[in-house]
């Protein structure tokens, strides 16, 4: 896709409502200062809306901190934050606010704010954006793509590995009848000769057979895939066989990701494991818009203009690189 430019123009309206926010953030407002905003919004309905929609924006931008997923960018946050003597502007406060929310998850990490113990732990580790080739065997590769956590699990009669979580593809060619098996969450995936690509994602694991036949199993049950075929199991137990587009699967590993009819809200989604800091959307409509198109991993940052273009999106970017998207 080509680069478009950036369009929106400004809210005279919502800098007004922004900067109300930042006296009353700023120190104890006066019963002037109240008195004063209760006129300013009474103006008319765009004001009183305005003002909402600045409140709702400061709380938004309060709740991306705790759901960044790199901690260099909160730290560069709070670094940002507590610069001295400068004066107190919007985009000041509202970094603040990150910080302070920053500050909180560092010392109480929420769950997957960033890796746990046992990603840590992993034999192989790769970190957001980055990827990388492993030789487990000389007849064994696998493809870490980012965030992707892979653990060694020594085994009789099969070698044996676990994808923790993220996304791996992996090419097994064994001359010996010793299987690779790839473990995933509750399940178990195994080949001989086959190319095949597992992702583990907040509790549902996909398997897409890229060539060969490959065999997974959960609880109990089990499928055989071919090429073109993709299976997905969670909780919910193991999920029809459905045909795919192999190649749209296996883009990540040329460097591309391509969506057909995929809704903003699940691309961002996907554009947040490649990406540093954090893509929030802010807009319930906005969320629904159908996504057709090819992003190249290595040119994400181009991936908020194009959103703002093609949708007619505002776009706020706070420090961190954290961006609202309404």
């Known amino acids: 896709m080509t680069e478009p430019t950036r369009t929106s123009g400004p809210d005279p309206l919502l800098d007004e409502a922004l900067d109300w926010v930042v006296r009353l953030k700023a120190g104890e407002p006066t019963r002037a200062d109240v008195d004063a905003l209760r006129d300013w919004r ?6 009183e809306e305005a003002f909402r929609k ?20 909160a730290a560069s946050i709070a670094r940002l934050s507590s610069r001295p003597s400068r004066p107190l502007t919007r985009r000041i406060v509202l970094g603040g606010a990150i910080a302070a929310a920053a500050g909180y998850v560092m010392i109480h990490p929420p769950l997957e ?73 509750d399940g178990r995936i195994s080949a001989l000769q086959a190319d095949f690509n597992a992702r583990c994602i907040d509790g549902v694991v996909s398997v897409t057979c890229l060539d060969g036949i490959v065999t997974v199993e959960q609880d109990g049950r089990s499928v055989q ?20 587009d192999a190649k749209q699967v296996a883009a990540w590993q040329t460097g591309l990701l391509i969506f057909r009819d995929r809704p903003l809200a699940s691309v961002v989604d996907e554009v947040n494991r490649y990406r540093a ?22 040119k994400l940052d181009n991936f908020v203009a194009q959103v703002e273009q093609l949708f007619g999106a505002r776009i706020t970017s706070l420090p961190g690189g954290v961006v609202l998207m309404s």
Not at 42 to 47: E, I, R, T
Not at 127 to 135: A, C, N, S, Y
Not at 277 to 298: P, Y
């Open 42 to 47: 009474a103006q008319s309905p765009g004001h």
């Open 225 to 244: 895939l071919r090429k073109a075929e993709q299976v997905t199991y969670s909780r919910a137990g193991l999920q029809a066989t459905l045909p795919v």
């Open 113 to 185: 704010m960033w890796p746990s113990i046992e990603e840590l732990s992993a034999d192989y580790r790769t970190g957001k954006g980055e990827q990388r080739k492993v030789m487990l065997a000389p007849d064994i590769s696998v493809e870490l793509n980012t965030q992707t956590s892979l653990a060694l699990r020594p085994a009789p009669n099969e070698t044996r590995v676990e994808l923790i979580s993220g996304e791996a593809s992996v090419a097994a060619r064994r001359s010996s009848p010793t299987p690779l098996v790839m473990l995933a969450r």
């Open 277 to 298: 800091g954090k893509i929030i959307i802010t807009n319930a409509e906005l969320k629904r818009r159908l996504v057709n198109g090819t992003f190249q991993v290595d």
């Open 54 to 73: 600045a409140a709702r924006l400061l709380r938004t931008a309060s709740a991306a901190a705790k759901e960044l997923a790199d901690e260099k960018a």
